[in-house]
């Protein structure tokens, strides 16, 4: 069974400019969730999104956002790109939108802003 | 909101020593504490969890033990051996706040 699939790996953006990272969760999970992991503020929670619905947000401006497709996969984006948003971007999947379901955690994409 | 606080931040211990990390939280509604082990390049992984209606699970060399009264949850890992080495995160989650808070983390290293 193939894992959380998270595309792409890497990316190289330059301030002020927009992105959108992929996920594609285990088939069958139809719950999503976004982290932010970075080395001063830890991992932090995005967004959850199920059945295309955002379900949950965590406390990030705007300029993060993301959706979720008929086929659970799932898009976020950040505009307007700030030197602040290089992070690794972590994205979970759960059979289940329950808080007590294992969650289970893609390779992450490396975005660096210059 | 949900503050969780880990420690160490940094472990050393030889082959075949335990290893103890412990966390704290601050939301008395938590109920659900997972542990998850980062290797380098790649995504957290779950390794065991635990609820607030169990004060002690074990898997093999891997045990958590939870204190609700006293907010909070340790993580104890005996034999270590080198492929142990990573970093590990606590956090917790509650019906309320669905989402994972996680701690900053603590790097293993098992020294062979």
């Known amino acids: 069974k193939a894992g959380v699939t998270q595309t792409p790996r890497y990316l190289i953006k330059t301030r002020g400019q927009q992105v959108t990272l992929s996920c594609s969760p285990i088939s069958g999970h139809r719950s999503v969730s976004w982290y932010q992991q970075t080395p001063g503020q830890g991992l932090q929670f995005l967004f959850e999104y199920f059945s295309e619905t955002q379900r949950n947000k965590g406390n990030f401006p705007g300029r993060f956002s993301g959706r979720q497709f008929s086929n659970s996969r799932s898009e976020m984006n950040v505009s307007t790109l700030e030197l602040g948003d290089s992070a690794l971007y972590l994205c979970a999947s759960s059979s289940v939108p329950r808080y007590d379901t294992e969650a289970f955690f893609g390779q992450g994409t490396r975005l660096t802003v210059v | 909101g949900e503050n969780v606080e880990q420690h160490p931040s940094t472990l050393s211990v030889q082959e075949g020593d335990s290893a103890v990390i412990k966390c704290t939280y601050s939301d008395s509604a938590s109920n659900y504490f997972p542990w998850y082990k980062q290797e380098l390049g790649k995504g957290p992984q779950l390794i065991i969890d635990?609820?607030?209606?169990?004060g002690e699970k074990k898997d093999q060399r891997i045990a958590v033990t939870l204190n609700k009264t006293a907010k909070h949850f340790s993580l104890h890992i005996t034999e270590t051996q080198p492929e142990d080495s990573a970093v590990y995160f606590c956090a917790a989650s509650s019906g309320s706040a669905r989402q994972l808070t996680f701690g900053s983390g603590t790097q293993l290293t098992v020294l062979p």
């Open positions: 635990i609820r607030s209606n169990v």
